[in-house]
């Protein structure tokens, strides 16, 4: 590390914290220092510099707050080495920022303030919570008419899996084969990525804006003969599109039209349809022949209920079926039992109707407030925003200096984006900004933002 404290020493003083920060990041990143590599002291690295200690260790605790380094007192300060080799690839990339902050922007996870209180139903769900065969049906029959009543379309079958990705990954292991391919949104969820290269399917990439997928991209795509498309209808992760019925309409067109068409099958992955403003659209309206519904309660209801329902045509949903009765069997009878409560209890109804209209208010009110520092992100639903930055880690890390945790962008595009002009991303889970928007907004628009004229951008200089 001498020579590159030598070199960054070279571009001159006043350096701030942040450059630091972004410097070494970049050194970690780009793996030029591995896991576990001992950092030179603060007093060595100010010295080389020529700035004070304190500088230097303002920037190392930024780098410990955004999970990048870790201090084992006086043995010094060493590369972190990743604890959390159990999750896939691209998750472990978004793991990284995932240490204590003042503010944890980055997970993508619910406001657990605004989730049903689950006490009642918990109540008065515990004298039948029992089954008497291991061949009963896989959804207890009343959650399957209140399902199937809120529905997009007309499903032949539908039933209960563990979560929207169990429900995703047995939907791709029911119809891939290896070396087959798979459109996917990019930007898109990191773990289909993954789940789609585990399966030994190859993903191709489509884009999105405001409105889903476009048509041109999907066309495209087809051209390639997919065997699988997997896209998320409403609250998209990561950027909040959610999917207008005009463009479901003209999607299905697309894939109805053409010569590949007709061996495509569409997972659509509804995460957060009952937090979501956006009207329920799906593609089975028209080629429902051809979709696999899936409709998650994570978001609404508590991501430790683990289930989401699955409905599509009886050829594609039997087989899923057939092979949970060879591993977990059904989803808890318990658990079904509490969801019915919770989607047909009046209270728990109001919870979820009122957390709609907070996290609808919590997008607009940063959006707003982002828009004073001349940053306008696309319109979003949810919980996330996908605010554009002129660099990502730099942005991160400026973040992790002031007690925000955001996720960066690159986890979430399906190839690496390697165009110098390319459009720069982070993931804000908006959701949780429950009073300070404004606060947390400026925070956003000035790591955001390039550096001014004159300004010591390490990051920029040494790339």
Same mark, same amino acid.
């Given at each position: 590390?001498?020579d590159?404290?030598?070199?960054?020493?070279?571009?001159?003083?006043?350096?701030s914290?942040?450059?630091?920060?972004?410097?070494?990041?970049?050194? =970690?990143?780009?793996?030029?220092?591995?896991?576990?590599?001992r950092?030179?002291?603060v007093?060595?690295?100010?010295?080389?510099?020529?700035?004070?200690?304190?500088?230097?260790?303002?920037?190392?605790?930024?780098?410990?707050?955004?999970?990048?380094?870790?201090?084992?007192?006086?043995?010094?300060?060493?590369?972190?080495?990743?604890?959390?080799?159990?999750?896939?690839?691209?998750?472990?990339?978004?793991?990284?920022?995932?240490?204590?902050?003042?503010?944890? @922007?980055?997970?993508g996870?619910?406001? $657990?303030?605004?989730?049903?209180?689950?006490?009642?139903?918990?109540a008065?769900?515990?004298?039948?919570?029992e089954?008497?065969?291991?061949?009963?049906?896989?959804?207890?029959?009343?959650?399957?008419r209140?399902?199937?009543?809120?529905?997009?379309?007309?499903?032949e079958?539908?039933?209960?899996?563990?979560g929207?990705?169990d +429900?995703?990954?047995r939907a791709l #292991?029911?119809?891939l084969?290896?070396?087959?391919?798979?459109?996917? #949104?990019?930007?898109?969820?990191?773990?289909?990525?993954?789940?789609?290269?585990?399966?030994? +399917?190859r993903?191709? $990439?489509?884009?999105?804006?405001?409105?889903?997928?476009?048509?041109?991209?999907?066309?495209?795509?087809l051209?390639?003969?997919?065997?699988?498309? =997997?896209?998320?209808?409403?609250?998209?992760?990561p950027?909040?599109?959610?999917?207008?019925?005009?463009r479901?309409e003209?999607?299905?067109?697309?894939?109805?039209?053409?010569?590949?068409?007709r061996?495509?099958?569409v997972i #659509?992955?509804?995460?957060?349809?009952?937090i979501?403003?956006?009207?329920?659209v799906?593609?089975?309206?028209?080629?429902p022949?051809?979709v696999?519904?899936?409709?998650?309660?994570?978001?609404?209801?508590?991501?430790?209920?683990?289930?989401?329902?699955?409905?599509g045509?009886? +050829?594609?949903?039997?087989? =899923?079926?057939?092979?949970?009765?060879?591993?977990?069997?059904?989803?808890?009878?318990?658990?079904?039992?509490?969801?019915?409560?919770?989607?047909?209890?009046?209270?728990?109804?109001?919870?979820?109707?009122?957390a709609?209209?907070?996290?609808?208010?919590?997008?607009?009110?940063?959006?707003?407030?982002?828009?004073?520092?001349? =940053?306008?992100?696309?319109?979003?639903?949810?919980?996330?925003?996908?605010?554009?930055?002129?660099?990502?880690?730099s942005?991160?890390m400026? @973040? +992790?200096?002031?007690?925000i945790?955001?996720?960066?962008?690159? $986890?979430?595009?399906?190839?690496?984006?390697t165009?110098?002009?390319a459009?720069?991303?982070?993931?804000?889970?908006?959701?949780?900004v429950?009073?300070?928007?404004a606060?947390v907004?400026?925070?956003?628009?000035a790591?955001?933002? $390039?550096?001014?004229?004159?300004?010591?951008s390490?990051?920029?200089?040494w790339?």
């Amino acid at each position: 590390m001498d020579d590159e404290l030598d070199a960054l020493a070279g571009l001159g003083g006043g350096s701030s914290p942040g450059d630091i920060a972004a410097w070494l990041a970049r050194l =970690i990143n780009d793996g030029e220092l591995a896991p576990g590599d001992r950092l030179p002291t603060v007093r060595a690295v100010a010295t080389r510099l020529g700035v004070s200690p304190a500088t230097v260790s303002q920037a190392w605790q930024a780098l410990s707050r955004a999970g990048l380094i870790v201090s084992r007192g006086r043995a010094g300060s060493f590369v972190r080495a990743p604890d959390a080799a159990w999750l896939p690839p691209r998750t472990q990339g978004l793991a990284g920022y995932l240490g204590e902050a003042r503010l944890d @922007l980055s997970r993508g996870t619910p406001d $657990p303030l605004l989730l049903p209180d689950l006490s009642r139903a918990l109540a008065r769900v515990s004298a039948s919570a029992e089954t008497s065969s291991y061949h009963d049906l896989p959804v207890i029959p009343e959650l399957e008419r209140v399902l199937r009543e809120a529905w997009p379309y007309e499903a032949e079958t539908i039933t209960v899996v563990d979560g929207a990705l169990d +429900a995703v990954s047995r939907a791709l #292991e029911s119809v891939l084969r290896f070396g087959d391919r798979v459109v996917v #949104e990019s930007p898109g969820f990191p773990p289909f990525f993954d789940l789609v290269e585990t399966l030994g +399917a190859r993903p191709i $990439p489509v884009a999105l804006d405001e409105s889903g997928i476009t048509a041109t991209s999907l066309s495209a795509a087809l051209g390639s003969h997919p065997r699988a498309l =997997i896209l998320q209808p409403r609250a998209q992760n990561p950027t909040g599109a959610s999917l207008s019925a005009g463009r479901a309409e003209e999607l299905a067109r697309v894939i109805r039209s053409h010569p590949h068409g007709r061996d495509l099958i569409v997972i #659509e992955d509804d995460h957060s349809g009952q937090i979501s403003t956006a009207a329920d659209v799906s593609l089975g309206r028209w080629i429902p022949d051809q979709v696999v519904h899936v409709r998650s309660f994570s978001k609404s209801h508590g991501p430790d209920l683990r289930i989401a329902a699955l409905g599509g045509p009886t +050829a594609l949903v039997d087989p =899923i079926v057939a092979r949970r009765m060879l591993g977990p069997g059904w989803t808890s009878r318990m658990v079904q039992r509490i969801l019915h409560d919770l989607l047909t209890d009046g209270q728990s109804l109001d919870q979820v109707t009122e957390a709609r209209r907070q996290y609808f208010a919590r997008q607009r009110a940063v959006a707003a407030a982002l828009s004073g520092w001349g =940053i306008e992100p696309a319109r979003s639903d949810g919980i996330n925003l996908w605010v554009p930055v002129h660099d990502e880690r730099s942005a991160v890390m400026q @973040l +992790a200096a002031s007690g925000i945790r955001v996720a960066p962008g690159s $986890p979430f595009q399906a190839t690496q984006a390697t165009d110098v002009g390319a459009r720069r991303f982070v993931r804000v889970t908006v959701g949780l900004v429950r009073s300070d928007a404004a606060d947390v907004a400026a925070a956003l628009g000035a790591a955001a933002l $390039p550096h001014p004229p004159g300004a010591h951008s390490l990051e920029q200089r040494w790339s």
